[in-house]
């Protein structure tokens, strides 16, 4: 394991170090460019061109490469606590399909590729089958303030599903994550009650929340709330949803010093221990643990 660990850092040092040393070059480029230009009080065009190369190479090219693998890295590493058997890929799994049947929320059928992922982790906890990737979608909102208009719909989508069905069953969101009147009209219309988890919250459930279960849920609301983030909890059979609306992977990335392992080890994401430990619980709810 640590082997494996100090090889994942020199890799990604050495593409530190490139990336760097691309900058490096283009900086130098732009000052001998000025340089020159006082000198001769003339514009030397052609090193100019090589100059803007060079910053959009090391810009577009060779930065961004850097970013990706380093997102990467860090997903893989951060989840590594949670997740065995760990995948990465660029191309999401989860589509349109799988928000439909969880009844995560009601998602803009009719608007062709409605539901994009990308940049995905899949993995197992505790028998549970677990993908983590970033989305984009559009759901119906009235607040648009005209019939059959969609909002935008983004953030980091969360799932898993679990080794048999679960007797829980809610949809649970932070205040303005969806419109009131959609979310109401939406998960009464799948047989779910309103009840009251928290004030700054929307709550729907099949029947009363265990004790602890409750206390798991309001604890993902209050950290939710405490770190700026609007989430959407949806428990449906043997599927359990959490969506970081409008929340992106979030990396510390090093360009002048060497990339530790606690920087690559550090959460890609705020909400993860809460998530796993609601999926620990329901998890043994379904055992009867």
Known sequence: MEKEM????????????????????????????????????SLDYGLLVLTLVVYAFSSFVVEKKYTSTFIRENMIMSLGRYLSSI??????????????????????????????????????????????????????????????????????????????ETPCGFAIGSSGVLDDDVAKKFYKGQGLSEIVVSDDAF????????????????NILNQAKAKDVKVLLRVRKDRVVLIEKNKEVNVRLPLLKKPSEEVLEAPALPLLSEYFALL?????????K
């Open 6 to 41: 100090n090889e994942r850092i020199r890799s990604i040092n050495r593409m530190r170090l490139f990336t760097l040393a691309s900058y490096i070059l283009a900086l130098f480029l732009a000052l001998l460019f000025i340089v020159r230009a006082i000198a001769s009080r």
């Open 87 to 164: 995948v990465f890929s660029r191309k999401g799994s989860v589509g349109k399909e799988d928000v439909i049947d969880v009844g995560a929320y009601p998602i803009a059928q009719d608007e062709g590729r409605s539901f994009v992922s990308s940049d995905e982790v899949r993995g197992e906890h505790d028998g549970a089958r677990c993908t983590l990737s970033s989305f984009i979608s559009y759901f119906p909102d009235t607040r648009t303030g005209a019939k059959h208009k969609f909002a935008l719909m983004k953030g980091v989508y969360i799932s898993s599903k679990l080794p048999g």
């Open 203 to 218: 709550s729907y459930s099949s029947g009363n929340l265990p004790g602890n279960l409750r206390k798991l849920i309001e």
């Open 280 to 288: 620990d619980e329901l998890i043994g709810i379904r055992g009867g």
